[in-house]
């Protein structure tokens, strides 16, 4: 008697299922991520090392991974990806962010909060980094480069001012317009989803003294945005005081450093008027009075 082998093969969403003499042999062309390569500088040129949460969005169905976690390796210069599990379907193409993940919330659907959703009241207003790349299902590889997304300010004012407030306020900035960042953005866009009238650059630490000793010096994170001096208002919090000081017009970019700095003779904070603003090399920014 002859025998016949019968063959059946069905294909499920990219599986190729075989049964022969009754069993089932699952041929699939998904797959897993094959490497990982994540780098990029801060803002001074130093490695970024910070914890990062990743996610990737199935640009076909439009679905959004969970969001992974991925930490810097000091001996391989490179990012580990905690529990990578995601699986790739072939001819089918993704798009893989990075964002920093300390005080950072993922809602699943596109969206980023940071400092947990108090970044512009100066609550750990950490710089943020990020980055995206393409990612081909067939050839699913991710290298991606990390970018500051904020900015710093550096503000300068004399000594016989005091310290600043590192509890409360910090430089308090208000803009009539209400086109002040926020803490929560579309990760795809980097845009904000809500302005807001006031921010507040909290430092996290004291003040120090600058080069020659004449001024205190501290630091704060913003993300990109626009000052006027016909719009805004500053106000400087100081342990025992607080003082008035005039609002640059400046637009503030991704990446970038500025410094503000006052002078002595802005004391007549009660008849503080726009002043001249000098632009130098290096995006700094220095009041100039007007004499």
Request: proline fraction near 4%.
């Amino acid at each position: 008697m002859k025998k016949y082998i019968f063959i059946l093969a069905i294909v499920f969403s990219g599986c190729l299922t075989s049964c022969y003499n009754g069993e089932y042999v699952v041929q699939t062309g998904y797959q897993g991520i094959k490497d990982v390569t994540i780098f990029g500088n801060d803002i001074d040129g130093q490695t970024i090392k910070d914890d990062l949460m990743v996610v990737i969005k199935n640009q076909t169905t439009n679905e959004w991974s969970k969001p992974y976690h991925a930490v810097y390796n000091e001996v391989r210069k490179n990012y580990d990806i905690q529990d990578l599990d995601y699986i790739v379907q072939p001819d089918t193409w993704y798009v893989v962010y990075a964002v920093n993940s300390t005080g950072t919330i993922w809602d699943g659907s596109g969206y980023v909060t940071f400092g947990q959703g108090d970044y512009q009241y100066g609550a750990r207003q950490i710089p943020i980094c990020w980055g995206v790349s393409e990612m081909d299902g067939s050839d699913p590889y991710i290298k991606l480069q990390l970018i500051p997304w904020t900015s710093r300010i550096t503000i300068e004012y004399p000594t016989s001012w005091g310290q600043v407030d590192t509890k409360e306020y910090g430089l308090a900035i208000f803009d009539k317009l209400k086109q002040l960042p926020g803490s929560s953005y579309d990760i795809i866009t980097r845009k904000p989803i809500q302005n807001f009238g006031s921010y507040f650059g909290k430092p996290s630490s004291e003040a120090t003294l600058i080069a020659d000793g004449s001024k205190y010096s501290f630091s704060f994170n913003i993300f990109p945005t626009k000052l006027s001096s016909a719009d805004c208002s500053m106000i400087l919090y100081l342990v025992d005081d607080k003082k008035d000081v005039p609002c640059p017009d400046l637009n503030i970019e991704e990446g970038k450093i500025y410094t503000i700095s006052f002078n002595e003779n802005d004391l007549e904070i009660s008849e503080v008027s726009v002043k001249y603003w000098e632009e130098i090399k290096g995006g700094n920014i220095t009041i100039v009075p007007n004499n």
